[in-house]
Each structure stands twice: as C-alpha cells, then as structure tokens.
C-alpha cells in the first residue's frame, strides 16, 4: 500500500518561529503537491515540484523535493497566525496513471 | 471562492435513504474528481471524469455512484450508506492530469449517516 507519511501530526508554535513540515514514501513520486486547507474549505495549491532536489519558494515558504522523488518538505520562515491550517501533501504514484494520493497531513497553529 | 461549487453542504441522511451530492465547476476545465476526507484517515481519491469519461474508480463500494452528465457537472449518488461512510466529500477539477495541473476543489458537503 503506497503511503504518504507526514511528521509532525500537529505543531503549536510561536508568531515568527520557523517550522519544517515532512513528507515521506516509500514510493516514486512523478510529482508531488503542496496544499493547504482551511476549516469549511477545500484544499488550496500551494506548488507543485517535479524534478528531484528540485526547491522552489514562494515568500516565507520553501519547498524541497528529495533528490530520489520519495520525499519533500515545507519550510517557514517567521510564521504568522494566517499561515495557521492543515498542510497536505500529494502525489502521483508512477507515471502517466490516476494513482493520486495524499499525506496524511500536518496541522499547524500559528498563535500570536 | 475557486469556481467550483457543491451541494448540499451539509447533509445528514439514514442508512436506508437515497440522496446525490452535486458539483459545479464554473473554470471550463476537461477533468472532475470526487474526494473522501474522513478524520482518521488521508483524502482519498475516489472517481476520476476525464472529458466526461470514468478513467479511474479507486475501489470503491457499489453504494456509490457517479455520473457526469457534462464537463461542468458532476453528481454523487448514495444509497444504503454505512456509518462509516460519513466523511466531507469534496469535488475538484482541473485543465489537464494529475499532479501536473492544478486541481480547484469545491468546499465540500459535510455528510453523516445516522
């Protein structure tokens, strides 16, 4: 059974603390999602990376793929109460195939 | 707001009921999913529509069934339900595949079977 392991399960930190978010398989990813979801919604797209050792930010927020594309992490910089929500990795097993799974999420607090 | 609508939003059924979660995507994307999101387990994917074709269903029970009738509609319909079953559904849509475009999802109908 392919698994997305996310660590940790929760995190309750500081305004301005830095976290790091994990996302582990044993599986090959093709590519793999950043998401983040807000109670009552659905998850937003945060990035998508694609090449191994690939990083990419987007503001306070760094994305790393492992150089084998089993697994990735998040990093925040100097967290602020907005970025409080429940953070999901996904992606597509193999290639060319619908097998899309996701992690099993890390939920964030951010409190001020 | 994404452009993808659904509804019910919350809906609480029997286990003997018949009842269809709708989904609308107002983007002209080709491509429709519905999700399972219960609280001690990932979000699965349960049906992939690819220009209104099934391309993918996940093992899921016969209970469920899908349809799209159009690219910009997709409906849930459930019957016998479990307990178990009770979960947010969430629909998405997206331009093109998996993991390579990106996916729009709807806010979900919180669904309980009593």
């Known amino acids: 059974t392919q698994l997305l392991e996310q660590s940790p399960q929760f995190l309750s930190i500081q305004e301005g603390e830095n976290l790091t978010v994990y996302c582990n398989s044993s599986s090959v990813f093709s590519s793999l999602q950043w998401y983040r979801q807000e109670p009552g919604e659905g998850p937003v797209l945060l990035v998508t990376v694609v090449t191994g050792g690939e990083v990419k930010k987007l503001k306070r927020l760094t994305f790393q793929f492992g150089d084998a594309r089993k697994d990735s992490s998040l990093h925040i910089t100097a967290a602020q109460p907005g970025d409080t929500g429940l953070y999901l990795c996904?992606?597509?097993?193999?290639?060319?195939?619908?097998?899309?799974?996701f992690g099993t999420g890390t939920r964030l607090k951010v409190l001020a | 707001e994404t452009g993808v609508t659904q509804t019910p939003r919350h809906l609480v059924m029997g286990m003997t009921n018949k009842k269809s979660l709708k989904c609308e995507q107002h983007?002209?994307?080709?491509?429709m999913y519905w999700y399972k999101q219960s609280a001690k387990k990932p979000l699965e994917l349960m049906f992939v529509?690819?220009?209104?074709?099934?391309?993918e269903n996940n093992s899921v029970p016969s209970r469920f069934s899908p349809e799209c009738p159009n690219s910009s509609h997709l409906f849930l319909h459930l019957h016998t339900l479990q307990p178990e079953d009770s979960a947010l559904y969430l629909c998405?849509?997206?331009?093109?595949?998996?993991?390579?475009?990106?996916?729009?999802f709807g806010p979900g109908t919180r669904l309980t079977v009593t």
């Open positions: 996904a992606g597509v097993v193999g290639a060319r195939t619908y097998k899309y799974i």
């Open positions: 983007l002209g994307h080709n491509a």
């Open positions: 529509y690819s220009l209104e074709e099934r391309v």
């Open positions: 998405a849509s997206s331009q093109g595949g998996l993991g390579t475009y990106e996916q729009y």
